[in-house]
């Protein structure tokens, strides 16, 4: 079936014993059992599993057109599930560019275990191919990336990666983060990847009222071990988040249009406004990696990063401007959000390495929400008048 259908319909048909239409929010921590080893039903206790995660599970697998979905409490304990899979000494090759969450996971958290980062220079799969070492396990991207909107190639970096392997004979894992695209505008796993990461909070949850992440994986003996670690360590959302994000995945399709249609008049508004001096959005002909838009994405999310004209104050100045677009964090809800990475999503950097990617002081990333394009446009106008 077609990705709005499947959105609809997948983890969520009528309730067996009630015909409930939407998956009940199942609000129990635990279910009895008939005898020692005898279930009642198909759960035993929530964490390991429950009838609102395991609806959501399936929901999710089925838009990342996915075999296995996991979900987490937070995009962050879904990206540390997968990290988990690694072992002291083994390395990760890490696209430039990323959630400055992932960063700091990579740097802060696990660089105790002695997991080194390699960075390529650029977002080439031969870059990408040639940071590979004999350590390297995984290989993480994120396309388009957080904030600076860099597309690499996931089917050409899949189809090295097979030509590749490590000191203990594995081929790399291709882990991307899929949570700019959102699984309606690309599908990583059909590109060749071997793991999906997403944090929920963003355009699956849809509403900017939920924390949450997922992982979708093909591969069996992957899955049982993430599934493991889900268990073990934990981190699982709750059964009424689980609902939010079903309710969000229904609308998800219809969401993302909205959401791409006023991205596109946003940046060109922003394009033609003098006291813009770049805008970063794969829309444009122009964009340096536009044809990879075309290549393996079918439409763009909300993202739009740019730079004002002057320095931190007149940053300051315009944010003060805007009455309707919200200063804040998070990205993908129906409210045009707006942040300065250099300060929020990626003060977890150090300056150098801000200062190599791009992210400067004047630069903004916007988030365009389901409003009224025009009012959008309008907020950003008055408030560019510096
Ligand atoms: C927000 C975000 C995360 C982290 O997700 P949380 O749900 O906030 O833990 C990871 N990756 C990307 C690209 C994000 O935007």
Redesign the pocket.
């Known amino acids: 079936m077609k990705f709005s259908t499947i959105a609809v319909h997948a983890g969520q048909r009528p309730d067996p014993y009630t015909g409930a239409v939407c998956v009940p929010v199942s609000l129990t921590s635990t279910f009895a059992m008939d005898g020692i080893g005898q279930l009642r039903g198909e759960f035993e206790y929530a964490r390991s599993d429950n009838p609102s995660r395991h609806a959501l599970e399936i929901s999710i697998a089925a838009i990342e057109f996915g075999k296995h979905a996991l979900a987490f409490a937070?995009?962050?304990?879904a990206?540390t599930a997968v990290l988990d899979l690694l072992q002291p000494n083994d390395e990760i090759v890490a696209t430039p560019n990323i959630?400055g969450?992932?960063y700091r996971l990579f740097h802060k958290v696990y660089n105790k275990y002695n997991i080194k980062i390699n960075t390529p220079n650029n977002t080439t799969p031969l870059a990408i191919y040639n940071a590979l070492t004999p350590k390297t396990t995984l290989v993480w991207g994120?396309s388009p990336s957080?904030p600076l909107l860099d597309l690499f190639d996931i089917a050409e970096t899949a189809e090295r990666l097979k030509n590749f392997r490590n000191e203990k004979g594995e081929k790399p894992l291709l882990v991307i983060?899929n949570?700019?695209p959102s699984p309606a505008f690309q599908n990583p796993l059909l590109l060749g990847a071997d793991i999906v990461t997403h944090?929920?909070?963003?355009y699956i949850g849809g509403h900017s009222d939920v924390?949450?992440?997922a992982i979708v994986v093909n591969d069996d003996e992957i899955y049982e071990k993430l599934k493991f670690y889900q268990n073990a360590a934990g981190a699982v959302p709750g059964p009424l988040n689980c609902f939010l994000l079903q309710r969000g995945i229904r609308t998800l399709p219809l969401r993302m249009k909205k959401h791409e249609e006023n991205a596109y008049k946003i940046a060109d508004f922003l394009r033609n406004n003098p006291a813009v001096e770049k805008v970063f959005f794969p829309g444009f002909e122009d964009f340096p990696q536009h044809e990879l838009v075309k290549k393996q994405m079918s439409g763009l999310p909300g993202m739009i990063s740019f730079k004002i004209r002057g320095n931190i104050d007149n940053v300051k100045k315009f944010f003060a401007g805007l009455k309707l677009i919200i200063l804040a964090e998070?990205?993908g809800g129906p409210e045009t959000l707006i942040c300065h990475p250099a300060t929020m999503t990626h003060a977890a950097l150090p300056d150098s390495e801000k200062e190599k990617l791009g992210i400067s002081d004047n630069l903004i990333r916007l988030s365009a929400g389901i409003e009224d394009a025009e009012d959008l446009i309008n907020d950003l106008k008055d408030a560019l008048k510096l």
């Open positions: 937070s995009g962050q304990a990206s959630y969450g992932s994120e957080n983060d949570t700019f944090s929920c909070t963003k924390i949450a992440g998070s990205l």
